[in-house]
């Protein structure tokens, strides 16, 4: 009947079976309810991962995939909270994500590498079945806490399947890492070309992990040049998870801005993994790391001071600075003003030389065959 | 070891064993997963009712009960949509809420009135198991969309199980019901002074139900002194559930305001119900009823208009109008300025007369034992 | 010396002259303080327009032009508030508006038409001057509260100077004209299909300006296709302008969302105007009518109805419509379904029946031929 | 008449003359348009002072003094940027503030210490006026960016008429500030005890102040344990100001988190400053200090260490503490952890041992007769 033909293809926009870009495709009505999963990872240490799963196609026809998130929660490697747990995976299952939640060693089973190695047991499942789980293997986020967050930088940092992005909450770095689990190592002196680009939230007066750990860690991204986000907000207690009225009650003394870090996040995976549009995920809006300088090659991201430290690229580049130099004088430039330029990208000195971009591209190009040694 | 019970307290704020105000307190680690049950409440029709359940208590230890969030899935009654179902759910969980998703009698067996039965039954079922399910019976709001938006205001207005408040998404009402379902009645005509707070979302171009729809409902609770709160943006879609990109993909021609729907209704719900407190739920910001025409006593709260057409209200309040009169000079007040006046509540028009509190609380005190017939 | 001129750069990306995509540009330092301007327009009645001027060029190097708002603020046409004034000038300010309030005839001076004649008269010079104060004479909106919003809702009905846009606060519409102004007339009948595009607001517990002001202009608005926006609060006082703290003190009854009127209108503006881009405003979102029924030709995005009305149309679209009525089993299809489609645009009717983008623009450009009579 | 009267109290709370808590005011009409007036601070550097006066009381009824924000635009101190001086004043004026823009020495002028004494001069003279321009002179923020952020710090560490807050936007800091101004001495060495609380923001890839420069100052103040809050968005050029896309246009690569700081300052501001209320601002949520350690007295919430570290508080705590130690078993407790206790607040360490308040109160004033020294 006419009707109910137009009243499917009127509400929402679905229909059991329909045409999308010439292709039948069929919704089996009632099927797709969200999926919840708990597999054990290891009996002895009772590590289990939870799988919450969403359905694709059908009537979320443009989505294919998802990519996804692994929460790590808190509890100073003694237990997992479960207000780290569940609460945190919602607003990423709103937002379209897979989750999954680790609940990893603990007690005297958090000796490491206990933990990381249930971490890469499970960052290797959730890989290993993709397919079934309908993510992307390469957008997958680790999200932790406190001591959870001790273990999802150490994922970012030292792990043989590192994730994709990593949110770090009120995370132990430096030395307070001996204070939660004394045989676990400091993940700042391991911060590296590869990790990955990094989320940081925390509270100033944090009075548990004291908010020298995320400063420090921040510190090494910074020196590492990857790529980065952080909010610390000038007041609440540790352990607030979501910040939302259910975990930390009203009349918690925290900053009104504190759950703001939840949709913020959100926008920030936005950037890194690409956004849900009408043919899967778009372009991330930006790389893991902030130049070129870790990468095999070299280019016009890496800053002055790492090609002109590569012969061949301090030969390249020589002609164009001269020719900057001529431009702007810059033989009476003072030594400050020469390190100020040695820590900028080559792209962003043409860029203030207005140099026309054929003309940054033919360099790039140039560029692009040097070893970055 | 002091270390241990250091790290349980400082990490997350938790231990398994605790006192909290007096009362000794008992943590099941790792048990508090989020429980998922589907439950079939007709056969024959096919009609479930999933339930997502979270903990109370132990690290939520704030938390006793939760209010309730019972979804309806728009379809024009030819079947439940899997956009308004599971991703509408997540966002009331993550704000502490138990959540329900009812799939409810469509195509041939949604003729009328087994959708409403099949409201009735899961109400019923939410209510009879509150202590089970750990939820207050008195705070549950019905969420629908589109003809699920027709199903939640006739929960709203005719059902013999009213819920407590009804967020209502693009919702069928007026004429446009019998486009959808011949069989069902309007909701319009059915406010009434039992109705709850509502809350309205549609989009002005929704190009399936037309914008009168809405306008046509909010009239009718404005006129039957019902609170409610609505939000008509410019721009979108018909059936674009909560707005995120992974349902309504990237560069859909949609006003960016339209997902802020979402958060507004939980900012909405928290003055209605109250919002998590150190000892439960605080108490709810205002009534359900603007004024207090529909009780079953008068009060200052009553409109003028009505008070002056109750004898004994007439009479009590004659004199303080008299002295107001007086006061401002209002034998010469016109037509138009009466009028003005028998729409606004006495506590109003006390207010502007500047009358001291007491002397408010006396008078409600007198009004209060006349019976509003 | 190369210093100075990366530091100009550097900082903030100005200097004194630059080159800019070709064309040598100069920047005056210093003298780009917001010029603020009183003048009289009518001496006898006390009417005023101030002007907040902002610079362009220079280092606002993108802008060229700015839209604009004239404000409206309220007092019952017996003063002009000053909480409407300035303190709603600003935001509008910040987003790179030029911002103007006209004080208008009050007391015995607001005998209708003076208000209208003042707004007349203010709107005249404000886009005579508009290379003066270097904005865009077609993007000016005109934002009024109360009493002010009556006369904003005339000047978008009735004025032979109509506004592009018009934001609407709690204003005053229908009978309680009368109770504000004897002389002034309803703005409810007078919408019309030259009426711009509204954003309206208000709190659902005004005791001043009941809700139905409001909720009746707006269901003018949708009967006359006009586009709109509309936000209604469910808690709050009357004149609570932007209801920010220092103008509503903490602790006022009011739900939390009110002062999200102020961002949501701008971008709301942000549709209707366009956006600052690098080459000035980019393109308006959507157009001032919701369909083309009212324009003078025939088009898609006429209903079906107003189509099926023309007799040119009606042959037109005759055998397309025959052909979907094929292709859907329309001969089945019931009175109230019937009733449904006419109300639809022709494009959306095309569009869920899959109909090639092609085809949809063969068939508009016949349309577009049509007389609209 | 009855109608003025009724109208003038109706519409926005307001009539020319009214009785508020007992007291008779007066409101002179149209009087209270935002005053701009610009004072030479020097003429030979060519320095000026631009006041931005709202009005208080009249209409403003709650409002008898406002806080104020001091803009210091950047610009290397080579000029004072037009984009970051009005666009910055307007959102603080909206939220009800009286703000400044200091245009300080640049060029040749710039060399140290004139910018700072320019910021001496108008800060003095701000609070010399504070009476007449209406404001708190103990609710000052200072807000500077780029090479004003510089100045701004300096104004919060090293200045004689130290601002109340200070709010800093991609501040140079550390050997940078070399380049920028060769004179200047850099801030982050001078952060002090008396340095007052600071809100921070950068972007991740500023390509012209590294954010080094804001890690740098942030652990600065980590130690100093003064109070902060800072945002560092992952992408965004230089210089950006408020966002708007007036400043930076639409398309630009930048975080849509970015022009979130503004509210989030001014959210910040209210808790440092307190917040509109019904009788003047309310008291502020917290202290500049995170500990008491640099107090003059003890108290319980100074850090373990410091209290330990006085003999008399040592003896005072002794016998508290070696309790804890007997109820947690503390002799078992390994280095780490006692490391880890000793970066506590006393009052924290207290309360994870559940002493009651009575117990810490009188414990605070046994330890408040002790010097701090």
């Given amino acids: 009947m006419c009707y109910n033909r137009y009243m499917r293809l009127f509400c929402s926009g679905a229909e059991s079976r329909y045409h999308y870009r010439g292709k039948e495709m069929y919704v089996e009505e009632g099927k797709s309810i969200m999926r919840v999963e708990t597999i054990t990872l290891n009996e002895t240490r009772n590590v289990t991962l939870t799988a919450y799963i969403q359905e694709t196609g059908g009537e979320f026809r443009y989505v294919t995939k998802r990519p996804a998130v692994l929460v790590l929660p808190g509890g100073g490697y003694e237990y997992c909270s479960e207000r780290e747990a569940d609460p945190v995976a919602l607003p990423y299952l709103k937002a379209g994500y897979q989750a999954f939640i680790l609940r990893y060693s603990v007690k005297a089973d958090a000796v490491w590498p206990n933990p990381l190695s249930d971490y890469e047991q499970a960052m290797e499942m959730i890989r290993g079945k993709a ?17 959870g967050g001790h273990l999802a930088a150490a994922a970012a940092t030292m792990a043989k399947n590192r994730p994709n992005a990593a949110i770090l909450g009120y995370a132990v770095a430096g030395n307070d890492v001996k204070c939660c689990n004394q045989s676990a190592p400091d993940t700042i002196p391991e911060v590296d070309k590869d990790t990955c680009p990094c989320f940081l939230f925390a509270t100033r007066t944090d009075n548990v992990v004291p908010i020298m750990n995320s400063i420090g860690f921040m510190e090494a991204l910074a020196k590492a040049d990857i790529s980065f986000e952080s909010h610390i907000y000038s007041y609440g207690p540790h352990g607030f998870s979501t910040g939302d009225p259910s975990i930390q009650p009203k009349d918690t ?17 936005k950037e890194v993994f690409g956004e849900f549009g009408a043919d899967g995920l778009t372009e991330p809006a930006y790389k893991a790391h902030v130049t070129d300088d870790c990468e095999a090659f070299l280019s016009v991201d890496c800053t002055m001071a790492r090609i002109m430290g590569n012969p061949e690229g301090a030969r390249i580049v020589g002609e164009v600075f001269a020719e900057i130099q001529r431009k702007t004088g810059a033989d009476r430039m003072g030594d400050a003003m020469q390190d100020f330029l040695r820590k900028m990208k080559l792209r962003d000195v043409l860029g203030f030389g207005e140099a026309p971009e054929e003309y940054v591209c033919a360099l790039n190009e140039q560029l692009s065959k040097v070893p970055n040694i």
């Fill in 253 to 269: 003394q925290m900053s009104e801005r504190v759950p703001h870090w939840v949709e913020d996040s959100i926008g920030w995976l």
């Fill in 131 to 147: 397919e079934e789980w309908k993510l992307y293997p390469d957008k997958i986020a680790v999200i932790g806490f406190s001591a």
